[in-house]
């Protein structure tokens, strides 16, 4: 097979796995679930380092290490129920997939296009942070001797979201919104964990968790995607 057919197979792979997964959310079968989370991050990987645009740039390698400890935060989070300590373990695993992606959004980066960015900026940094303290303000009492991991994970979070929407203007706008899209989904699925774990739970919570979670994944990997084969047609214009 060629890489480009790889690439649409694990697509196409990715997407049924999502279904079964998302269904699996509504009839609670743990089995189905134990069978198809940890094969999400691994397909979105191979349908992204086996598009004919991404070659082995430091753009693979941090996608690469976003995507494999957001797997490994996956299976960490899989086995809270049945072993000790693996929450905190898990946050970590994402507080480390958050740093790829803040150098990630920092990498992908080519040209600014725009000159007027710093009003629609500056608003949204504003209320990123306000969602953030926000969510701490509201968690504070319910997690005791997690105070600090979640304030650190919440933290590195919003700043993965800024440096998402610090891409505006300096990309295709097409790859800035799937990827800032994707970060803001990513922020809700942790919300929602958040609230749901340590204040109320919430009616389908599993679901809604799991549908924001692979949306923001798989938006971050079609953005970052669309930036590369922007970055190359670029390339190919300015040598002919």
């Known amino acids: ?6 690439s649409l197979f694990s697509l196409f792979l990715f997407y049924f796995v999502s279904v079964v997964n998302l269904v699996e959310q509504i009839i609670q079968t743990t089995w189905l679930d134990m069978a198809t989370k940890p ?3 691994p397909l979105l990987l191979i349908y992204f380092l086996s598009s004919p645009e991404i070659n082995n740039s430091k753009l693979s390698r941090l996608m690469t290490g976003g995507l494999v400890f957001s ?8 086995l809270q129920a049945k072993l000790d300590g693996m929450f905190v373990f898990g946050l970590a ?4 997939a958050h740093i790829f992606y803040i150098f990630l959004y920092r990498s992908a980066r080519y040209v600014e296009q725009q000159s007027e960015n710093r009003s629609f900026i500056n608003t949204r940094v504003v209320f990123l942070i306000f ?3 926000v969510l701490l303000y509201m968690l504070h009492p319910f997690l005791g001797e997690l105070q600090v991991p979640v304030a650190l994970y919440t933290v590195v979070i919003i700043t993965m979201g800024i440096y998402a929407l610090f891409r505006r203007g300096w990309t ?21 964990i958040a609230i749901n774990k340590f204040m109320n739970p919430i009616v ?4 809604l968790i799991m549908a924001t979670y692979i949306a923001a994944q798989f938006l971050i990997v079609k953005g970052i ?13 300015t040598r002919s």
């Open 225 to 237: 995607r669309a930036h590369a084969i922007a970055e190359l047609e670029t390339e190919r214009g």
């Open 93 to 96: 695993a994402f507080l480390l």
């Open 204 to 207: 389908q919570a599993r679901l």
């Open 39 to 41: 094969l999400l991050m």
């Open 71 to 78: 797997w490994l935060g996956d299976v960490l989070l899989m």
């Open 172 to 192: 295709i706008e097409k790859s800035f919104v799937m990827v800032y899209s994707g970060a803001l989904l990513f922020i809700m699925s942790d919300a929602v």
């Open 131 to 133: 969602i953030g303290a």
């Open 1 to 6: 097979m060629s890489r480009s057919q790889v």
